[in-house]
């Protein structure tokens, strides 16, 4: 019996450091085994709007490298072509004016964008859509101008790399307008099955890059001659 009660005393102290430990209030309960990463996900949250994205940061940073590449080989070959003569000018002021006008209506389609990325909202993109539109209108008129008054990309050195960088720049843009579309039906199909919104940050940072890539070719264009 001695033995017996010994026995029961040995395992009754050691379970109570266990029972101790269990009933600690300052220990944090245990976690149930099936939340595991994904439990942020589970409450509406999207780990700050890229982890959903999955590869797209990367493949975006990759093409706006390789745009950047391009237009500065232009540039490039802008600053060798460039000189003091008299068929460096700006062209007529209607097609300055179209100039001034482009810059204003690509400025306010990012500063829209910026809000439709911000909100979700398809109404904002569809504004930036039309700006950009809007802007490519003024390209054409601005090309058309030129191509009146004589300056086609065979009559000068200033027409030819005018031609060539808005040309490009203005391709990039419909490339974007394109995919805004399709960013702006995914966010009609969202609303119509109530599924959560899809995020507009990577859409918005291209056309943010589009608006300060034209800054850069206004400057050289209109100012630098």
């Known amino acids: 019996m ?3 009660g010994g026995s029961g005393g ?4 050691l379970e109570r450091p266990r029972e ?5 209030p300052g220990l944090p309960p245990a976690r149930p085994p099936d939340e595991g990463e994904g439990g942020g996900r589970g409450r509406g949250g999207d780990g700050g709007g890229f982890e959903r994205l999955g590869p797209g940061p990367f493949g975006l940073a990759l093409a706006l490298l390789g745009i950047t590449t391009l237009f500065l080989v232009l540039i490039t070959v802008w600053l ?3 000189r003091p003569a008299p ?3 700006p062209g007529p002021a209607a097609a300055v004016r179209a100039l001034w006008v482009s810059t204003g209506l690509l400025l306010a389609s990012s500063a829209t964008v910026e809000v439709a990325a911000r909100r979700r909202a398809q109404a904002w993109l569809l504004a930036s859509m039309l700006l950009g539109g809007a802007f490519l209108a003024a ?3 601005l090309w058309w101008t030129l191509w009146e008054a004589g300056l086609v990309p065979a009559s000068s050195g200033y027409a030819a790399v005018f031609f060539a960088l808005t040309g490009l720049h203005a391709l990039h843009v419909l490339g974007g307008l394109v ?13 119509a099955s109530c599924r959560p919104a ?9 056309w943010h890059f589009m608006g300060a890539i034209w800054l850069v070719l206004f400057t050289l264009l209109y100012f630098v001659r």
């Open 2 to 4: 001695s033995g017996a």
């Open 10 to 13: 040995a395992t009754g102290v």
């Open 20 to 24: 101790r430990r269990e009933r600690s």
């Open 80 to 82: 060798f072509l460039r």
């Open 87 to 89: 068929d460096w000018l």
């Open 139 to 141: 390209q054409a008129f």
């Open 179 to 191: 995919f805004f579309a399709g960013l702006a039906l995914e966010l009609a199909r969202a609303r």
């Open 198 to 206: 899809p995020s507009l940050r990577l859409g918005a940072l291209y």
